[in-house]
């Protein structure tokens, strides 16, 4: 009885080295047991992941100044209940397209899961990432295009200017030539009006990775473009109307301030999924045209 007496004793000193209850764990919510501080980002209240696990499993550090006392400010520890390998695989075969830039450390767990949830890796219904396509995690890493792991599903955070630019020096671009010569003859049959790339200030290279999202966003549903990130101009002749060299020429603006001939046409941004991205499957022709029906692409 004398030895699981003093084992209690030691455990309530992890915990309450100064003799008191510390403010910020007493004034939480009462629903866990034992209560604990909200501790945002890292989410232990009812519903989360964490909800009612062991605090002393995570926080495993020792206070220097005393060392029988837990020093919960200290960074946690995941790997001690996410044991390989069944972490590793997790990370390298559940996900479409993983494993990134994955690591099997605390340091490497947080960064992605700074909240302590599984995170949004699943892609399908976003940004194609699955082992066969161009931006799979084996070559795009995730923390290449999410450039703060905390908020990845916010755009302005996105980088596609990261890979996609114009460097002539190493480390070079994905882009033969660099990312202006995609957009432009002779890669593809005309000049894009409206297309902008500027990395000039930190807003220029947000407003450019917009842009890239705006087109490429993985939002083209016609089936007979099988990348859903690019825009094959003259398959757009084939199967809708002429878009290069007609009056409709993706070369032109209209109005003032010009807009491009592109964006006239296709001037509806998606509602549900890829709000960051337009819908290329709606046309209006009415915003030029007294008509009161469009054009099926096929």
């Not at 590793?88 to 479409?96: C, D, V």
């Not at 899961?113 to 890796?121: L, Q």
């Amino acid at each position: 009885m004398g030895g699981r007496t003093f084992a209690t004793t030691a455990l309530c000193l992890k915990c309450h080295a100064d003799s008191t209850v510390p403010v910020s764990i007493s004034t939480t919510p009462p629903n866990h047991v034992p209560p604990v501080a909200p501790h945002a980002p890292f989410l232990v209240t009812g519903g989360a992941p964490h909800y009612q696990k062991s605090c002393l499993a995570c926080h495993v550090a020792s206070r220097t100044d005393k060392t029988w006392a837990t020093d919960f400010k200290q960074p946690e520890r995941c790997i001690g209940c996410h044991t390989d390998p069944t972490t590793s695989a997790n990370h390298l075969g559940s996900y479409p397209g993983y494993p990134g830039i994955y690591s099997y450390t605390d340091a490497a767990c947080i960064s992605c899961h700074p909240a302590g949830n599984i995170g949004p890796f699943d892609h399908t219904q976003n940004f194609p990432t699955t082992a066969t396509d161009v931006h799979r995690s084996g070559v795009a890493a995730c923390t290449s295009c999410h450039s703060n792991p905390n908020t990845p599903a916010d755009v302005t955070t996105i980088d596609c200017i990261g890979c996609h630019n114009n460097n002539t020096a190493p480390p070079l671009p994905v882009d033969p030539g660099g990312v202006n010569s995609r957009h432009t003859t002779p890669a593809i049959p005309i000049n894009i009006a409206g297309y902008t790339f500027d990395s000039s200030t930190p807003a220029a290279s947000v407003a450019t990775n917009g842009l890239c999202l705006k087109c490429h966003a993985g939002t083209i549903a016609t089936p007979s473009w099988t990348d859903p990130l690019k825009f094959p101009l003259t398959q757009h002749t084939s199967l809708c109307f002429d878009v290069t060299s007609s009056r409709h020429s993706v070369s032109k603006t209209i109005g003032t301030p010009p807009i491009p001939y592109c964006f006239k046409c296709h001037d509806t941004m998606n509602t549900t999924t890829k709000t960051w991205g337009v819908d290329w499957t709606r046309v209006n022709c009415a915003a030029c045209h007294s008509i009161k029906t469009a054009p099926t692409c096929k």
